[in-house]
């Protein structure tokens, strides 16, 4: 079945970096577009990056533009949340999705300021 293991959260400073991994399988990874999500306490889960399945193509929420990057690796399954510049409203569990309806269980991410 789908499945979506993320990682890669942790805690970490105002201003700081951390890289977002998420394996996927049940399905044939190389032709869906991806996506990383996120859910703060009390909000609700919202879009934060989107890639197009060759990897070619990306969109971004205006909130992270120009400090977050995704990226994939069609051998490996995986898709990559490169997150700089953290701020204390980064904080959320981030999920990685494939338009299949069901999510993971998510990777934490906590910024202290």
């Known amino acids: 079945q789908v499945q979506f293991v993320e990682s890669g959260g942790g805690l970490v400073h105002a201003g700081g970096s951390l890289r977002l991994s998420c394996v996927a399988s049940?399905?044939?990874?190389?032709?869906?577009?991806m996506s990383w999500y996120r859910q703060a306490p009390g909000k609700e889960r919202e879009v934060v990056a989107v890639?197009?399945?060759?990897?070619?193509?990306?969109n971004y929420a205006d909130s992270v533009k120009g400090r977050f990057t995704i990226s994939r690796d069609n051998a490996k399954n995986t898709v990559y949340l490169q997150m700089n510049s953290l701020k204390s409203e980064d904080t959320a569990v981030y999920y990685c999705?494939?338009?299949?309806?069901?999510w993971g269980k998510g990777t934490q991410v906590t910024v202290s300021s």
């Open positions: 049940g399905f044939t990874f190389s032709s869906r577009v």
């Open positions: 999705a494939g338009g299949f309806g069901n």
């Open positions: 890639i197009s399945s060759a990897g070619t193509t990306t």
